[in-house]
């Protein structure tokens, strides 16, 4: 794991970042390259593990946050991916198809664990941002992940709850663990 990473002064990524691209590689078929789609992906950290630990063929990064733009074009960079597109958006909204042109085989996340006035909140906005998610906006990453993935494909995140259900979705649950901070998913969008 490359721990220098860059990264705004206000966030730092977290193990289960790297806990969550453990679970995708011994999950995840390797026998072939991804198209890939990272969702909320911050400073790029999941993208570029998985670039290294996972072939990928194509990767499509979606952000919602400018500030983050800068080093996540510098991490994909430093490692070596050069088949990349980054998007400033919102995975919420109605209009993701617009970002998301064609379909994946892989879609991942680590979403924000909190819901809005959940737990002690922070001065900084940016932070804020990073921890916490309208229920309704987050639930729509799931619909959005689906309608984004090939038939067959898969849908790998973790969250803080271990209560996602794959058929409230659409999806197959394929396997659930639990680890120390959160639980990680694996679900497959079928045929």
């Not at 400073?43 to 733009?69: D, R, T, Y």
């Not at 088949?83 to 400033?88: E, P, T």
């Not at 996340?109 to 998610?133: A, D, K, V």
């Not at 659409?170 to 969008?189: H, M, N, Q, R, V």
């Amino acid at each position: 794991m490359k721990d220098d990473y860059l990264q705004p002064d206000f966030y730092h990524f977290n193990e289960d970042s790297i806990q969550l691209v453990r679970f995708i590689k011994e999950n995840i078929d390797n026998s072939t390259e991804h198209s890939a789609l990272e969702v909320g992906a911050g400073c790029g950290v999941i993208s570029c593990e998985l670039f290294k630990n996972v072939g990928l063929k194509s990767l499509l990064l979606v952000e919602l946050q400018a500030e983050f733009l800068p080093y996540l074009k510098d991490n994909l960079d430093s490692v070596g991916i050069k088949n990349y597109s980054i998007h400033q958006s919102s995975f919420s909204g109605d209009d993701f198809l617009k970002v998301v042109r064609s379909k994946n085989s892989l879609v991942c996340f680590n979403p924000p664990y909190f819901f809005n006035h959940e737990g002690r909140s922070s001065n900084n906005s940016q932070l804020e941002t990073c921890r916490r998610i309208e229920r309704s906006d987050f639930l729509k990453w799931f619909k959005n992940s689906f309608e984004s993935l090939e038939a067959g494909g898969s849908l790998f995140f973790c969250h803080r709850s271990d209560t996602w259900q794959a058929k409230d979705f659409g999806f197959t649950d394929i396997l659930k663990e639990k680890g120390p901070g959160a639980t990680f998913y694996f679900w497959k969008k079928e045929n």
